[in-house]
């Protein structure tokens, strides 16, 4: 399977705290994106990492990239309660068909004020 | 700008009964993906449309088939409906050929099979 796996299944943390959500995956990948998604409804994209890319940042998202472990990391600095949301890492794996997204089961991220 | 819009939001069905889910996809995009997103898991691929036709299939049952229109939107059909298709159906749009840009999805169809 090219399914990505996210790490930990469940984190909870009071706010003000960093949140650290690990992915590992499986096959090459053209890139690794990272999605919300708010009690069971859409997802909502945060940020895309290219193969050739290690590390970006979005606001308060940092994602890295390490290919040659075949996983990434989503840090959220300063987490909010309105942080709270599962949190997918979907990879869009080489070879396969353009924009066919491969999902692992997501991190359950609970924020506490 | 209208993101990628799904109808109807919930729906109950009976086993055995056939449905239908809509999906418009966000304006520029012309390639239109469907997941399946069981409780307590990640969305599954089913398949993606994009110039009306059906271009890679996931591991689901010929009991699912779509359809892609000329503007692009896209129609999910599920026949004879299972308790265990009860489910979040996720659309997804991007614009063809941009292997390295993000898919946006809509808020999804709760669908509940009785």
């Known amino acids: 399977s090219q399914q990505g796996e996210e790490d930990p299944q469940a984190l909870s943390i009071q706010e003000g705290e960093n949140a650290t959500m690990n992915c590992s995956y499986k096959t090459s990948i053209n890139n690794l994106q990272w999605y919300r998604q708010n009690s069971g409804r859409g997802l909502v994209h945060l940020i895309l990492i290219r193969s050739n890319e290690r590390e970006k940042h979005s606001g308060r998202l940092r994602v890295t990239l390490d290919t040659s472990k075949k996983s990434s990391s989503l840090l959220i600095t300063a987490s909010r309660a309105a942080d709270t949301a599962s949190y997918f890492c979907?990879?869009?794996?080489?070879?396969?068909?353009?924009?066919?997204?491969?999902f692992g089961r997501g991190t359950q991220l609970t924020v506490w004020p | 700008d209208a993101g990628v819009t799904q109808s109807p939001t919930h729906l109950i069905k009976t086993r055995g009964q056939q449905v239908t889910l809509r999906c418009s996809p966000k304006?520029?995009?012309?390639?239109v993906s469907w997941y399946q997103q069981a409780l307590g898991q990640g969305p599954q691929f089913i398949f993606q449309?994009?110039?009306?036709?059906?271009?890679q299939r996931g591991n689901f049952p010929d009991r699912f088939s779509g359809h892609q229109f000329p503007n692009y939107s896209s129609e999910l059909n599920v026949n004879a409906l299972l308790l265990g298709d009860s489910a979040l159906y996720l659309c997804?749009?991007?614009?063809?050929?941009?292997?390295?840009?993000?898919?946006?999805f809509g808020q999804g169809t709760r669908l509940t099979v009785v």
């Open positions: 304006s520029g995009h012309d390639t």
């Open positions: 979907a990879t869009d794996a080489r070879g396969s068909t353009l924009g066919r997204l491969y």
């Open positions: 997804a749009s991007s614009p063809r050929g941009a292997w390295n840009t993000e898919a946006f």
């Open positions: 449309y994009y110039e009306e036709e059906e271009r």
